[in-house]
T-cell receptor
Framework: DAGITQSPRHKVTETGTPVTLRCHQTENHRYMYWYRQDPGHGLRLIHYSYGVKDTDKGEVSDGYSVSRSKTEDFLLTLESATSSQTSVYFC???????????????FGPGTRLLVL | AQSVTQLDSQVPVFEEAPVELRCNYSSSVSVYLFWYVQYPNQGLQLLLKYLSGSTLVKGINGFEAEFNKSQTSFHLRKPSVHISDTAEYFC??????????????FGIGTKLQVIP
């Protein structure tokens, strides 16, 4: 299994509070991703990173920010949590895209977030 | 823009029976195709992928998939399922381009329920 951990694994918070989720990898992969998984929507990309301090938005980035100060850590912050952000959040990693390794992503175990 | 359609949200099947999980995609360019599996309370893991070459791709746990360009399909099959195959299966597509990040679009998932 790829060395990916997420913390916390479960969190309950209140509307309006900031929340930070952490993804840590031991694979030294360049690319890291944050997804949310919701019934009927599959996985949707929130943000991704293609290197230290290099990040970009995904399809559902509103209300989220990310930071990557080290290769191994990718943080997702909900600036002011809302009930619509109740979800399961997955971190994923991949090596630099190349034709032979194109886009195989390895996923962490997930974080279940409940916003009351 | 690329998209993925998983035609069945749930598929019940008896143990030792064959199963086919359907996936259709659309894209204006050539694509890479993937199937991921998610066991309960876990992250996604790669089952198999089609990058190029033979259209019949074999993956882990006895699964295989066939890329059909004319039908824009990538259906997943297993000739005899086990109880342990009970999980959710996600089809995913990525545009075939060189360099940089290529967006991966996931389907909404198909829940396979194996009945003893």
């Amino acid at each position: 299994d790829a060395g990916i951990t997420q913390s916390p694994r479960h969190k309950v918070t209140e509307t309006g509070t900031p929340v930070t989720l952490r993804c840590h990898q031991t694979e030294n992969h360049r690319y890291m991703y944050w997804y949310r998984q919701d019934p009927g929507h599959g996985l949707r990309l929130i943000h991704y990173s293609y290197g230290v301090k290099d990040t970009d938005k995904g399809e559902v980035s509103d209300g989220y920010s990310v930071s990557r100060s080290k290769t191994e850590d990718f943080l997702l912050t909900l600036e002011s949590a809302t009930s619509s952000q109740t979800s399961v959040y997955f971190c994923a990693i991949s090596e630099s895209p190349g034709l032979a390794l194109q886009e195989t992503q390895y996923f962490g175990p997930g974080t279940r977030l409940l916003v009351l | 823009a690329q998209s993925v359609t998983q035609l069945d949200s749930q598929v019940p099947v008896f143990e030792e029976a064959p199963v086919e999980l359907r996936c259709n995609y659309s894209s204006s360019v050539s694509v890479y195709l993937f199937w991921y599996v998610q066991y309960p309370n876990q992250g996604l893991q790669l089952l198999l992928k089609y990058l190029s070459g033979s259209t019949l791709v074999k993956g882990i746990n006895g699964f295989e998939a066939e890329f059909n360009k004319s039908q824009t399909s990538f259906h997943l099959r297993k000739p005899s399922v086990h109880i342990s195959d009970t999980a959710e299966y996600f089809c995913a597509v990525s545009d075939r381009r060189s360099g940089g990040y290529q967006k991966v679009t996931f389907g909404i998932g198909t829940k396979l329920q194996v009945i003893p």
